[in-house]
């Protein structure tokens, strides 16, 4: 990346986005190559939707009672589909499934993995290697964490099951892990004969076990961190969660219910795993909750699908089930409280204060889409209240009726929101990137200082020297234009290559180091600056910097990545 080695993720999901890029028709679908890019993060959650959606309308879920009822053909097919969309309304889900990164894509590969070994549970004629295929590939997406989540998840399924020795029976985790191997080894042995130890320093050490062990990128984080994650995750069904999440720990074991009766009970292991592993975590991000997101989608279906406890055994002496009635009003007031904001956004929007996107607020107020988010989640909140009010037994229909002007409110909102987020974040660095290809001289390099935009490298296809806005990096700059060699880029002097290109935001232009090179300007775009600057006037600059000790060249210095 920037003509550097960079191991921080394994390949699986570059192997799909150059699949991508490799189709037919590029320059009518995917003019600026973000599609490809995003398309196996969207697709992973698409399958993830289809998975959750399939198993449950193959093995519907009793809801609590004595004897647990099994549901109607149309409330199992009704909690199918409320389960997939509401993993797929989950506000990371939303977020992660448009980002080229490999987040998503591993979240549905360990997802689809979890969901086939409690299919092999649940019926012992399924087959047991293909839940192991695919955690080779959630391996192959972000490495060895897969198989930490996956194990933890079992062991403690195993454990709350009472069934530890069963389901080592018909996992066979020992052929299992091999067949993983199989699949996720040949590239992490081929890297190692390849690369050696940077790529075992790097992404086994820094990667892996330094994010686990202590804080990377400054990432530090309270213990609980993900308590505040799990309840932003899943809004506004958060009170549906808790009490599914309640309801699974409490699940009645093998003992009493069949295998094929377990999955909320899995699905609560499967959320506390997450919760367990990247709490130990010295490093934590959003991010790391996206694996648990599937089965919260999971929990609040079944958690709606138990509208009414089943206290009798007939449906004659079925009472009101008080604790989902408790979680259905708050789940809709929750509707309302995110109504209300949003109907007041006239008064919180011009508070938005993000140096790399200065005219946001007053293009968001202007475009009206956050009101059409505010009547979507106002239809919600009329529906969830309605159906809470008036039906006594409202199951998955409620949930249900409450979700669909939240899928309207993906369409309406949440894409045109996207594109304007896009065009005022993005299209000024594709506007930069497009000069410098135009403008560049034979030989001069190009460099970004300020706001560091990685895109910047994507879109100009070229090698970008980034520098902050410091005094130390003009006088790094200087220094590595002399000295750094990358793939594609060379070192030179300034007689060979007298000037750089150099795209700088506006605050960082009106520092007195940078300002006092003088650079030439050439276009100019939102925030960002084009100049073209002498690199006899850098040099100068630079030393003065350093001799005066006001800088110093600090690039050389170790650092467990670069860009």
């Not at 003088?518 to 276009?523: D, E, F, I």
């Amino acid at each position: 990346v920037n003509g550097l080695p960079r191991y921080d993720k394994p390949p699986l999901v570059y192997w799909l986005m150059a699949l991508g890029y490799s189709l037919p028709g590029q320059e009518s679908w995917n003019p600026l190559g973000t599609w490809a890019a995003r398309l196996p993060s969207g697709l992973a959650s698409i399958g993830v939707m289809l998975a959750l959606a399939d198993t449950l309308l193959r093995w519907p879920q009793p809801s609590p009672g004595d004897p647990p009822p099994p549901p109607s053909s149309r409330t199992a097919a009704l909690t199918a589909l409320t389960a997939a969309l509401a993993f797929s309304l989950s506000p990371l889900v939303l977020l992660w499934s448009r980002i080229a990164v490999s987040d998503a894509l591993f979240s549905g590969c360990l997802a689809v993995a979890l969901l086939l070994f409690w299919r092999t549970w649940a019926e012992p004629q399924q087959f047991w290697w293909p839940g192991w295929a695919v955690l080779g590939l959630a391996v192959l997406s972000k490495g060895p964490v897969a198989l930490a989540l996956a194990g933890l998840t079992l062991l403690g399924f195993g454990w709350r099951q009472q069934a530890l020795l069963p389901l080592w029976r018909r996992l066979r985790p020992l052929p299992g892990l091999a067949l993983t191997l199989a699949v996720s080894g040949p590239w992490y042995g081929a890297m190692l004969l390849v690369e050696g130890r940077p790529f075992w320093d790097s992404f086994f050490g820094y990667h892996n076990f330094q994010r686990f062990t202590s804080v990377v990128n400054e990432h530090l984080q309270p213990w609980w961190y993900f308590l505040p994650v799990l309840v932003v995750a899943s809004l506004p069904f958060t009170p549906l969660l808790g009490l599914g999440l309640v309801r699974g720990l409490m699940a009645t074991t093998t003992r009493s219910l069949p295998p094929s009766s377990s999955l909320r009970s899995f699905a609560a292991c499967w959320l506390l795993a997450v919760l367990l592993l990247f709490t130990l975590a010295a490093t934590k991000l959003p991010s790391y909750w996206l694996p648990a997101t599937p089965a919260a989608g999971l929990l609040i279906a079944l958690a709606a699908q138990d509208g009414v406890a089943r206290g009798g055994r007939s449906q004659a002496k079925a009472a009101p089930d008080r604790w989902f009635q408790r979680a259905q009003g708050l789940t809709v007031a929750l509707s309302g409280l995110l109504a209300a904001a949003l109907w007041a956004s006239p008064a919180w929007i011009p508070l938005i204060d993000d140096p790399e996107m200065p005219t946001l607020p007053g293009e968001l107020l202007a475009s009206g889409y956050v009101l059409r988010a505010a009547l979507c989640f106002s239809l919600a909140t009329l529906a969830g209240a309605w159906f809470w009010l008036r039906t006594r037994t409202p199951g998955p229909g409620w949930l249900l009726g409450l979700q669909l002007p939240l899928v309207a409110f993906q369409l309406l909102a949440v894409l045109p929101m996207w594109q304007l987020g896009d065009g005022v974040r993005g299209r000024p660095v594709r506007a930069m990137a497009a000069a410098a290809a135009q403008l560049a001289r034979p030989g001069e390099k190009l460099a970004m200082v300020g706001i560091l935009k990685p895109s910047l490298h994507y879109y100009s296809r070229r090698v970008v020297l980034y520098e902050g806005t410091t005094a130390d990096g003009l006088a790094n700059l200087s220094d590595r234009l002399r000295s750094e060699r990358r793939r594609n880029l060379e070192p030179s002097s300034s007689m060979a290559a007298p000037t750089v290109l150099m795209v700088i935001d506006a605050a960082t232009a009106a520092l007195p180091h940078w300002r006092s090179l003088k650079g030439a300007p050439l276009v100019s775009s939102g925030l960002y600056r084009l100049w073209r600057v002498e690199r006899g006037r850098l040099d100068q600059q630079a030393s003065s910097l350093v001799r005066t000790g006001k800088a110093r060249v600090s690039w050389r210095d170790p650092r467990p990545e670069r860009y």
